[in-house]
């Protein structure tokens, strides 16, 4: 069975790839506590003490709004996470030959994509300090040159994790207490069921792929179809969701948001198969089947 370590377990994507491929690979998550990505003899001497072949970095500092207040500052903690954590864990790995897997973002792009959702070959172009921060580490990962893939994810939701809820869970739960929501009508997203996204992984894990590849739904929605399509698989009331224009929206965030905010997964699906990703309707059957709400 194949060895990995896992940096940022405890995060909702990481926390849910363990729970599911626990069964398949040999997985070890030290938390923070015990591997600090910032320290980089820590990030060596565990890879030295734990003899796993690869690696896959799920640790970021993923607060959008909170990283805008640190705009354009190398020293604040969204650059250091996303940045420099990134590059210390591709330097050790590259140094101790160990294959790693760093997750990344559609964020990396600017959002003006209109026509189609954003392939490998488009070039990043981030809008956003959290987006400014994740294309620094993708582009620290490849200059460092160890084998290393990146893999670019969209809106990640999954049946249950305590610590945060994701898009999915927070509409579900709104529209079972019968409260209104108000959501955008007229921007573009690849919301990801999780379990995806960790069967993709466990793929380009075995196979060790290199490059990027990006990792989603399989179509696209705005993010007021995407409440619909719940109110309708979970039977609830589609009254309850209203509409609001994304450059409404936005006025009311601090971080700059990608208006088409959508990933292209071909490139996975040519390779590895169809029928791993899922399109967005058939991902909330499967959520509808695993997810625990309150
Ligand atoms: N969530 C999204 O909407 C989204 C969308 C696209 C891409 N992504 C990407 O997907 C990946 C996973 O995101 P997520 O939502 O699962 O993240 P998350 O829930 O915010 O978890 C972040 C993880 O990073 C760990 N971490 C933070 N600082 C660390 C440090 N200095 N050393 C070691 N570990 C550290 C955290 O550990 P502690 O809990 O101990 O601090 C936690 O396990 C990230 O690369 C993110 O950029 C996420």
Not at 172 to 185: D, G, Q
Not at 265 to 284: C, M, N, Q, R, W
Request: hydrophobic share 35%; charged share 30%.
């Amino acid at each position: 069975m194949k060895k990995v370590i896992i940096f940022g377990g405890s995060g909702l994507v990481g926390s849910r790839f363990i729970e599911l491929k626990k069964k398949s690979f040999e997985i070890l998550a030290p938390d923070a506590a015990e591997v600090d990505i910032l320290e980089k003899d820590q990030i060596k001497s565990y890879l030295t003490e734990n003899s796993a072949e690869s690696v896959i970095n799920f640790a970021a500092y993923t607060n959008v709004e909170e990283a805008e207040k640190q705009k354009d500052d190398r020293g604040g903690l969204c650059f250091k996470i996303n940045a420099v954590g990134a590059k210390n864990v591709a330097e050790a790995c590259r140094d101790l030959d160990k294959y790693l897997i760093h997750i990344s973002t559609e964020y990396v792009f600017d959002g003006t994509k209109e026509n189609s959702p954003y392939t490998e070959e488009d070039t990043p172009n981030p809008i956003n300090w959290y987006g400014k921060t994740k294309h620094f580490g993708e582009q620290f990962i490849t200059q460092t040159g160890g084998k290393s893939v990146i893999v670019r994810i969209s809106m990640p939701y999954s049946p249950f994790y305590d610590f945060k809820k994701d898009v999915a869970r927070f509409f579900l739960e709104e529209l079972k207490n019968s409260r209104e929501v108000k959501t955008i009508e007229d921007q573009r997203v690849t919301p990801t069921l999780v379990d995806d996204i960790a069967d993709a992984l466990g793929l380009l894990l075995e196979k060790s792929s290199t490059g990027i590849y990006h990792v989603s739904a399989t179509d696209s929605v705005s993010p007021l179809e995407f409440a619909k399509t719940i109110a309708e698989t979970f039977k609830l009331d589609y009254q309850l969701i209203g509409s609001v224009k994304f450059e409404e929206y936005s006025r009311s965030k601090n971080a700059q948001l990608l208006k088409y905010s959508w990933l292209n997964p071909t490139k996975f699906e040519k390779e590895f198969g169809e029928g791993i990703l899922h399109s967005v309707e058939e991902d909330l059957q499967l959520f509808k089947l695993k997810v625990k709400t309150d």
